[in-house]
Structure formats: structure tokens, C-alpha cells
């Protein structure tokens, strides 16, 4: 592994590991203010946000584990690296999402029944507007964390925090309705709504773990983009059995290559070197792994198609 490489992968794990540090710091602030809140007000949509930030809190501290064994480097037991704990980390979060969700939605209905109306609803607004302020900050920490390293257990808790966000919003709006409009049902009625939406974002954060426990492919235009930057080099006949996945915030790719049959064994060395090293300078962090073969050689399905490689020989010409 080259050091820009290990500087790449060093400074990926420092940012998730803050990120992961302001979600953990953030939880336990928010958890302290709503419990005070929700015990004085009695809301079932604030007691919805109290039960959401406790599990956010254990969510953070996994996720602030999980984002440091990620960035340990690669070892003789896990040659690719420990990236996966990061989806493994996203996918107990969305136990704790859904588990939430559930508990939202039945203590909701259990109130509904029973019309009770909220106490001290300005504690609930007050507390509610300061956890706006201050997960509004979070996120767009958390944004660019996740722009500049791709990791899927901040993007997870990135989804926590956005939920977070709108539950705060519908508690200010489900007391203002309770207590001030007099609309009977209001505060329950949000509390369900918010269990809907936490489901959908269980949902959304499950989908991305699964695609990396399972090896997804990249999308379609991150391989096309990859693809180009490969045949840029005038040597390469085309591109085959391309497979890519990613792990955490590393992503790898393999692929065959084809070359000019004559070409010596150190003349195609020097052509991987300089084919990856230009890959990596486009795509920061990436490992790559290069076969070359013989123009014309078919060995497995996975062929760039013949318009791509015809292009790159016009190009070539």
C-alpha cells in the first residue's frame, strides 16, 4: 500500500472518528434536555423525540467504535481492510430506528385514547427550539464528513440526526396545536407520523449497509467515470471483468486489461503503474488491482461494450 494511500486512509479515519465524537457529545446534551422536558410536559411527540435521542446515544457510541476499528488498516487476517464494521455498526442502528419506532407509535395510540392534553408546553417549545439549533450544526458537520470519506455508519447516523431534526420541528408544532388551538388528538396524531418517518429512514439506512455487506457494484456513473480515466492511457486496447466494491469509506476495483500481445512483461508492468497510479489520482483512496491480458483474450462476462473500446481506439488514433 503506497503512502499517499495510508495518508489517505489515516485522514478518512480522523474525520469519521470526529464526526463520531460530536454524534456521541451531541446524543448525551439533547438526551439531558429531554428528559427534563418530557417528564414536566408530559407530550407523547417530545416523549417520541426522547426515546429517538436515547437511542441515538447508543447508536453514537457504536458508531464512534465502530468508525475507529473501520479505519485500522489491513492486517494478515483482513487484507481489505476492517471497513465493514462500519455497515455492520449502520445495520444495528436501524434495529435501534425501527424498535423506536414501534415504541413511538404504540405509546401514541395508547394516548390518543385516552386525550390527554400537554403540561408546561413552553419547556417542550423551549427545549425543542435549542435542539434544532444545535442538530442543524451537527448535520452539516456530518454532510461533509460524509462528502469527503463516504463512510456509511456517519451517512447512518446522518440519517438519525436528520430524523431527529423534523422530530423536534413536529413537537413544537403538535404542542402549539395541543395546547394553544385547542386541536384535541394533535400530539398523538404527530407522534405516529413521526414513527412512520422513522420507519422510512430505518428503511433508507438499511438499504446502504446491505449494499456493502453484499458487495454491491458501484453505481452505474462512478464506474463509467472510473472506466474513462483507465482508457485515457494510449497503451490499453480495453477494459473487461471490471468489479468493484466498497467497504466502509475504502473502495476497490479489479479489472483486465488488454494490450498489445508483443509488448514485454516490464513494458506492461510500467503501463499498470501508470494506469493506476492516475486512477488514484482521481479517485482518492482507491485500491486497484490490474490483469493484463493479450489484445483480443475472452475469459469471463464483464466486457466494457465495443463502443467504449472502439472510442478509445479512434482516441488512440
Not at 35 to 44: L, Q, R, W
Not at 210 to 222: A, G, S, V
Not at 275 to 288: H, I, R, S
Request: one cysteine or more; aromatic letters at 8%; a negative charge.
Amino acid at each position: 500500500m503506497s503512502l499517499a494511500h495510508n495518508h489517505h486512509h489515516h485522514a478518512h479515519g480522523d474525520l469519521t472518528n470526529r464526526a463520531a465524537i460530536a454524534s456521541v457529545t451531541m446524543a448525551l446534551f439533547l438526551l439531558a434536555l429531554k428528559i427534563f422536558a418530557a417528564a414536566e410536559t408530559g407530550s407523547v411527540a417530545l416523549l417520541a423525540s426522547l426515546a429517538d435521542t436515547g437511542f441515538d446515544v447508543l447508536a453514537s457510541v457504536l458508531t464512534l467504535f465502530s468508525v475507529r476499528y473501520a479505519a485500522m488498516p489491513a492486517d494478515d487476517d483482513h487484507r481489505f481492510g476492517h471497513g465493514k464494521a462500519e455497515a455492520l455498526s449502520a445495520l444495528f442502528q436501524v434495529v435501534l430506528i425501527t424498535v423506536s419506532a414501534i415504541l413511538i407509535a404504540w405509546r401514541a395510540i395508547v394516548r390518543l385514547g385516552a386525550q390527554e392534553q400537554t403540561a408546561h408546553p413552553e419547556y417542550g417549545i423551549g427545549v425543542s427550539v435549542i435542539a434544532i439549533c444545535a442538530t442543524v450544526g451537527l448535520l452539516a458537520y456530518q454532510r461533509y464528513v460524509v462528502r469527503k470519506t463516504g463512510s456509511v455508519a456517519i451517512q447512518a447516523d446522518h440519517v438519525h440526526y436528520q430524523s431527529d431534526l423534523l422530530l423536534n420541528m413536529a413537537v413544537i408544532v403538535a404542542i402549539i396545536l395541543d395546547t394553544m388551538l385547542n386541536v384535541r388528538g394533535a400530539d398523538p396524531l404527530f407522534g405516529i407520523a413521526i414513527a412512520l418517518w422513522l420507519s422510512w429512514g430505518a428503511y433508507r439506512a438499511a438499504r446502504i449497509a446491505l449494499d456493502q455487506l453484499l458487495d454491491r457494484e458501484w453505481p452505474e456513473e462512478k464506474r463509467q467515470r472510473f472506466i474513462e480515466v483507465a482508457l485515457r492511457h494510449p497503451e490499453l486496447r480495453g477494459i473487461h471483468d471490471m468489479r468493484t466494491r466498497s467497504s466502509g469509506a475504502h473502495d476497490f476495483c479489479q479489472f483486465h486489461v488488454w494490450v498489445d500481445p508483443n509488448m514485454t512483461v516490464a513494458a506492461a508492468h510500467d503501463i499498470m503503474d501508470e494506469v493506476e497510479q492516475a486512477l488514484m489520482d482521481a479517485f482518492p483512496g482507491v485500491e486497484v488491482l490490474i490483469h493484463p491480458d493479450p489484445e483480443g483474450h475472452k475469459d469471463e462476462t464483464g466486457y466494457i461494450p465495443s463502443d467504449t473500446i472502439e472510442h478509445n481506439e479512434r482516441a488512440n488514433d
